[in-house]
């Protein structure tokens, strides 16, 4: 077959490449929204960050036997303002254990950030190279994990939480996980 004559199938394997991912995209029960991870239901990577606000640092072995909330945020992050208060209503009621990782920020900028928003956070790691979200796969801020007793990653949230994640989500994972 000549150059010439492959050329005439190009479009056509165009075509049929267009046509497979819009098939998947109309698919039943295809959520674009949904980000796998493929950390869920292994152990969480390890890690050892400076604490902020030169606080105790922060290590994954912190979270031993206990079934803890890891949220991802930064203080330029927008939808991390819109999910403060659900985070600090979290930490009011003392639902969820909750760690903070600040994503690729200046300590002082996140300083200001939870002085403005309130620190619903029992301790907060500063990650600035962003090496532990890379391990995480994490895909941007604000983002959400939760990790069992056994240092397992149980849970994945991208983007803010919400009101309707908590009630659809986080509690039903509570129960299901045996927290007290």
């Known amino acids: 077959m000549t150059w010439r ?19 998947r995209g109309l698919a039943p029960g295809y959520d674009p929204q949904v980000l796998p991870s493929v950390l869920i239901d292994k152990p969480a990577p390890t ?6 606000k030169s606080a105790t640092p922060l290590t994954n072995r912190d979270f031993a036997g206990e079934i803890v909330f890891v949220n991802f ?31 690729k920020d200046k300590p002082e900028d996140a300083i200001k950030f939870l002085q403005e928003f309130g620190d619903p ?15 995480f796969g994490v895909y941007g801020v604000p983002e959400t994990y939760a990790i069992d007793r056994a240092g397992r990653i149980r849970w994945r949230h991208v983007g803010p939480l919400t009101t309707q994640v908590v009630q659809t989500e986080i509690m039903p994972l509570l129960k299901r996980l045996g927290a007290s």
């Open 5 to 23: 004559r492959a050329l005439y199938f190009l479009p056509l394997v165009a075509f049929l490449a267009l046509a497979a991912y819009f098939l």
């Open 47 to 52: 890690f050892d960050l400076a604490g902020l």
């Open 73 to 103: 945020f930064a203080s330029w992050c927008a939808p991390c303002r819109g999910e403060s208060p659900v985070l600090m209503d979290l930490s009011r009621r003392n639902v969820i254990q909750l760690y903070g990782i600040d994503y």
């Open 121 to 135: 956070y029992r301790r907060i790691g500063v990650d600035e190279s962003g090496r532990t979200a890379i391990n």
